[in-house]
Structures are given as C-alpha cells and as structure tokens.
C-alpha cells in the first residue's frame, strides 16, 4: 500500500469527522437553540406574522398579495413572481423579481401600461390623476414580487377611487390611509411605507361598520 | 426628509456602528487565534475530529488540512441533495438533479452561494439546516483560518510554521462566527424574520383561496449568512424576501452585519503583525474604495437614466418600498464588495451603471472590505504588488512589514491576481462564442452579455450574486459555474498559503531610512491606486462591451 494514499484516507477521514462534528454543532444544536428562543419570546413573527380578519387568518402582514378588486387599495405590481415547478404537489408561492434591464422593451411596455391603469382607475369624476403624480413603486415590481407596502403617494392617489367605490367620504378614507401610514424607522431608516394588506382590512371594518 | 438624505445617514449610522465594533471585535479575533488555552468544548470536538490542536503545520500541511475538508464538505452536500428525496424532514421534496447537485455543493463550500435553484421549492430543512447553513459556517472559518496562516507568515520569523488548520477552523466557528449568528439570529427574528421547523403552510387570503409557504429555520440562516459573507438564500428572492428581511431596520443591520468582520479583520492583522497602524492603513484602503463605491451607485440609481425608469419616474424596479432605493444601493454596494452575494434588490434592473459597479466590485477581487478572510488574503496580496511597484520606482528590493519581497513572493503573488481575470474572461468568452449558452438569456445586446459576464464574475471571485435574468440551471452554466467557483476558491488559497509559508521562514529586514512606510496615507493612495488600476487594464474591455455601453446608450 502507497504511503501516501494511506495518508490521504486518514486526512480525508479527519476532514469527515470534523465535519460531522461541526454539523451537529452549526446544523443540529445552533438553530434548535434559536428556534427555541424565538418561539419563545416572538411566537408570532417566529411564525410568519400572521394577520386575521373576523376571526380567520387573511395571510402574514409581511406577504403582499395580489388579486384585490378595485374596491380596495392596490398593491405594487408583481411581474417576477412565480409559482413552483418541481415539488408540485404542493401550491409554492416563488419569490422573485423580473430582472428586466431599464432598455427592456418588455419591463418598458410594463411600466407603461401600468401607469395608464393607475391613472385611469384612479381617476373618479371629481378627482383627475396627472401621470406626474404616479410614483415609481406603483408600476415597478418589487425584488421579491411580494412586497407588502406602497408608498404613501401612492396611497394617495387611490384615495379618491376607494373612497367612491365604498361610498364613504374621502377625509375618512384618508384619514384611515394616514392612521396606516408608517414613516422612516427612527426618522431616517428605509422609506415612508403604507401596508397594503392591514390597510384593506381596516377598510372593510370601516365600510362594515357605516 | 428626502430619500437621498435619508439615505447619507443610514451610510453615516453604518459607519458609526461598524466604528463601534471595529476594535473589540478585531481585538477579540485576534484574541482568539493567538490564544494557547483550548475550551473544553473545542477539546471535545478536537478529540472527535481526533486531531491535535497544538500540532504547528508547514504551509503545505495547512493546505492539505484545508483540501482534505473542502473535499469531504463537497461530497457530503452533494449527496444530501442527491439524497433528498429519501431523507426525513424534508417535506417530500425531491432530489436535486446531478449537475445542479454538484454546482450547489460547490458552491456553499466555497463561500458563494450562487443559486441555480429556487429556495422555496427545492430544498427541504434538512439540506438547508444541515447541510447548507453548516457550509456557511464552516467556509467562512476556512477563509479566516488562511487569512490569519497568510497574518502569521508576515509576524513570524525564520519558521515555516503558520499554525493548526483544525484549531483554526474549529475557533473560528466556536469562538466568532457561532456566538454572532445566535444574537443576529434572535435580533432578526425580533423584526420579524421565520424560524420555526413547520412544514408546508397554508393560509387563506384576503380576496379568497390560499397561499401557501414552507416554514424554515430562516432566521438563524440568514444571520450566518450575512455574518460569514456567504450569500445564500433561504428564499429564491433572498434578502429582499419579506421573511428573510422584514424591515427597514433588518436591512440595515444585515449590512452591518456583511461588513463588520472583514473591516474587523485588519484590526486582528494588524495587532497579530505588532502595529495596529498597519491595521489601519489596510483599513483606509478598504473603506476609501467601499465608500467610494457606494457614493458613486446612490449617484446613478437615483439619477435613474433608462427608458423604463425614465417613464416611471424612479429606479425602483426589483426594489422593495421598504428599503427605498438608498438603502438597496448601499447593500448592493456592500454585497458585491464583499464575497456575499445576498441581494436586497435585484441587479439586473438597476441602472446600466449601477449593474456595472457591481461588477466592478467584484473584479476588484472583492477585497473593499472583502470577504471573511478572503478580503484581507486578498488585500494583503494587493499590497505586496503596490510595494512591488513602489520599489521599482526607486530601484530597491522591496518590504512589507518586515520581510523581503523577492523573486519568489512576487511570483505567487502575481499568479494570485491572475486566476480569477482567467477565469471570468476566458469562460466568458467560451459561453459567448459557443452557440447554445446564450439562449439563456433574460435581455439581449449589452445588457445580455453583462448577464454572462455577471455570472463568471461573480462565480470566479466567489461571489454568488446574479444578473439573475439569465437561466443559469443549464448544464453548461451549473458544470463551467461550479468548475469557475471551485477554481477561483481554490487556486489563488494555494499561492496564499505557499507565500505565507515563505515570508514565515524569512528573517525580518530591520527598518530604514529607505523603507517605503506602509502604515501612512501615501501608501493607502498607492494602495488604492494600484488597485484600481490593475483591474481596470484587465476588464476594462469586457465592461467597455456591457454595462459601459447600456450606461452611455440611455
């Protein structure tokens, strides 16, 4: 037998070990430990934050959905997003996002059908939106395509239609949308952001209520 | 406020936070790998891997050491994923496919997570928790365990000894890496990120029906994979997934979390060498390029030149409300600077500009901080070339920090900043020439082939992250990525280790008059000079024929 193939079986033996050894530090025991904390001490969030309406779970305050009909606030678009394809016999949502250069022509005729449909929808018989006034989060698609908020303009903007469509006065509405509205974290973290999906339910608890 | 304020100050807050932590951090790492006393933990784990942590190893002896584990660690995922489909706690997903097998396995044992899988879809718990969430681990304790052989080298003298890969290794993980996740992990959870073991979820929707989503054990991975700049993500739109990332704040803290200890790393460097200046000097270096990385893309995306953004009045295509496109441009910045490769927004859309600076991040050898371990290596081997340069100007055999550059350290050094150029250019080429590759792209024009180029880019420095419009779960791309990834890791540790081996055997040339002083400002300008400089000749074409052309054509 070759001294140095005997000497490579023992290293690749302590490498085998070491490994095992680390797994079941790093693999096994770390994220047992940590998920013991966290149901512990954040059993919601640990969970996926999920958010009810009436007593039924409605989806997670951190998941953005789509498919509202125009009697709530419209989220962002979701052009990237996708379902699974291996695995299916499960429904997987999968994130993602369109990954279309600025020169796209496809991501260019997005953005511009988009803009026509929030200004149009938008658009009630008192209440006339200038495509100056879409801002760019309401016809881009996020990174994840499940981005939960929109930014306070673009709340703004839907004020009026909402407010039509559900028959109630639009100082309430907005009024619901500024209670909804979160600013920067600490004053300069992130964005200014409004959550689409806890928005639309305190909006039906306001038309339930009226 | 305004978003571009709002914007300078989280940089300015990062800085603060990252100075905050720079000397306790970097003491603390230094601490740990000069230290003779053994926990009884790592006893333990020393007699399970039954290797004796005192024993000093010769350059070549590490080497083996980190061969012999890397090895095993690409086996070992290979098969779990090969396995998959027969393992418990899996959620009866199926087993990853040979060529994607191979090139996930390579990939998170050398430290870049590229992805050609989604996430959610086709890996299991067990492959994620346990095989790879170690691998984030571990590759990034290798990574450091180098650096420091590489520290070791130029602090010891007329030795070839640079100390035990498996003290190394195991200290890194136990000492470092461990202890870090655990707290990032439960501050991550406390914004909101998922860590439970639940399977496949199901919950009803606002407008009717459901959605479904797998549960994991988000938190703690992210944290690691932050920490140890590895990249991977738990979800296919990784860190701008709302359960990876939930808020404004996560997303700053992940940043911090990128960055801290490679900037840390200096301070370790320059503690274990005797002069913390030359710690900083490295330090100023990094921070001048990351700094001037990350003033240069807030510039462009905000400025959003593109047809696309031009009509929608702001580049916030692939970004998240919540980050806004400051933030997102600081951890672009910082992913691609370092070896992470996470992505809070997505590259792809970026302006054409922005997507080049990316790139340009990583073709500097992501040494600007860098990744854990491999960013100083690297900056190290820079800085060897600058007093190279430096010394043919004046005509004297040059030094750095005591020891003699000569013949045979130029030349590792020198092929050290050769492998990668290779790698990406030659392979770039190939996939460019051939006739089939190319289908897999997302965009055509230059646009197009800054997705190839972007692929062996970032696979070749270790990267991980994507111009992720191109279909890269090809067998071309899986076979020639995996091969760039295990190449790039691999080849430049190899010249590192056999010049730290040669530097430790040297005697230390006292300082003289004529010693280029490399803990003052002039050399960090040379430093950052050569830098640029060097990767600039090298790429300059290849950018010239991407994101150069789509930056000036809008």
């Known amino acids: 037998m070759n001294n140095s193939v005997v000497n490579t079986g023992r290293l690749l033996g302590a490498g085998l070990r070491a490994l095992l050894v680390l797994t079941l530090l790093t693999g096994v025991v770390y994220p047992l430990a940590v998920t013991g904390v966290a149901q512990a001490l954040f059993t919601n969030k640990a969970n996926g934050s999920e958010i009810k309406a009436d007593g039924k779970v409605v989806g997670s305050s951190l998941i953005g959905q789509q498919g509202y009909s125009l009697d709530y606030f419209q989220p962002r678009p979701a052009n990237g997003l996708g379902v699974n394809s291996v695995n299916t016999q499960y429904r997987l949502i999968l994130s993602g996002a369109t990954n279309r250069s600025a020169d796209n022509p496809e991501l260019i005729k997005w953005v511009r059908e988009a803009k026509a449909k929030v200004v149009k929808d938008n658009s009630t018989a008192d209440y006339k939106v200038e495509p100056a006034q879409v801002p760019a989060d309401a016809v881009t698609s996020s990174g994840s395509g499940l981005d939960p908020n929109i930014s306070p303009q673009y709340a703004d903007i839907q004020v009026h239609r909402v407010a039509e469509k559900n028959g109630l006065p639009v100082a309430e509405v907005r009024k619901l949308v500024d209670e909804h509205t979160e600013g920067r974290t600490l004053g300069f973290i992130g964005e200014p952001r409004v959550n689409v999906l806890e928005l639309n339910i305190a909006l039906r608890e306001l038309t339930k209520g009226s | 406020m305004g978003p571009v304020l709002a914007g300078v100050l989280q940089l300015l807050a990062l800085i603060a936070a990252l100075a905050l932590a720079y000397a306790p951090l970097g003491n603390h790492m230094a601490k740990v790998y000069s230290s003779d006393r053994h926990w009884r933990v790592e006893k333990w784990i020393y007699k399970g891997i039954g290797a004796d942590p005192d024993t000093e190893m010769r350059w070549t002896a590490y080497l083996r050491g980190v061969l012999a584990f890397s090895v095993v660690g690409v086996l070992f995922l290979y098969a779990l994923q090969r396995l998959q489909g027969v393992l418990p706690g899996s959620l009866g997903f199926s087993a990853i ?458």
């Open chain 2, 97 to 554: 496919d040979p060529d994607q097998a191979f090139n996930t396995a390579v990939s998170f044992v050398t430290n870049t997570n590229w992805q050609s899988y989604y996430g959610e879809q086709a890996m299991g718990h067990v492959v994620q928790t346990a095989g790879l969430a170690v691998q984030n681990f571990v590759s990034a304790a290798v990574g450091i365990a180098v650096a420091v052989a590489l520290v070791r080298g130029f602090a010891r003298s007329r030795t070839g000894e640079l100390g035990n890969f498996w003290a190394d290794l195991v200290r890194g993980v136990v000492r470092i890496l461990v202890p870090l996740a655990a707290v990032a992990a439960v501050v991550l959870v406390a914004c909101g990120a998922i860590q439970n073991f639940s399977g496949i979820h199901e919950v009803g929707q606002f407008t009717g029906g459901s959605q479904q989503w797998n549960g994991g054990a988000v938190a703690s991975q992210e944290a690691i994979k932050e920490i140890g700049t590895n990249g991977g993500g738990y979800f296919n739109a990784n860190s701008a997934h709302p359960f990876e990332n939930p808020t404004p704040f996560s997303n700053l803290f992940e940043i911090f979390l990128i960055l801290v200890i490679p900037f840390a790393l200096t301070r370790t460097f320059g503690l274990m060498v005797g002069s913390v200046k030359q710690g900083y000097a490295i330090l100023a270096t990094m921070a001048t390029i990351w700094v001037g990385f990350v003033a240069l893309m807030m510039w462009t995306e905000f400025a959003h030149h593109g047809p696309a953004f031009d009509i929608a009045g702001g580049a916030y295509e692939g970004k998240e409300v919540r980050f806004g496109v400051g933030s997102s441009a600081i951890f672009a910045t910082s992913t691609t600077l370092t070896s992470t490769g996470a992505v809070d927004s997505f590259h792809s859309s970026f302006t054409g500009l922005g997507g080049g600076i990316t790139m340009l991040g990583m073709m500097l050898g992501e040494i600007a901080p860098g990744g854990t371990g491999s960013g100083l290596y690297g900056m190290l081997i820079m800085a060897i070339i600058a007093v190279f340069i430096a010394g043919l100007m004046v005509g004297r055999t040059p030094e750095y920090l005591g020891k003699k550059i000569g013949t045979r350290e130029i030349k590792l050094a020198a092929c050290y900043i050769l492998v990668t150029p290779a790698l990406v250019l030659i392979f770039t080429a190939f996939a460019m020439a051939l006739p089939t590759p190319a289908n897999s792209m997302t965009n055509s024009g230059a646009h197009g082939f800054s997705e190839i180029l972007y692929a062996y880019t970032s696979a070749s420095n270790n990267n991980g992250s994507a111009f992720a419009g191109l279909n890269a779960d090809t067998q071309w791309f899986n076979s020639t990525l995996g091969l760039c990834m295990l190449l790039g890791r691999f080849v430049p540790m190899v010249f590192v280790l056999a010049l730290a081996g040669s530097l430790a055997e040297q005697k230390p040339v006292p300082a003289t008059a004529g010693t280029l002083r490399t803990e003052k400002p002039l050399f960090t300008g040379l430093l950052v000079g050569a830098i640029l400089i060097i990767t600039g000749l090298t790429y300059f074409p290849a950018l010239a024929l991407g994101p150069l052309a789509e930056g000036l054509a809008s």
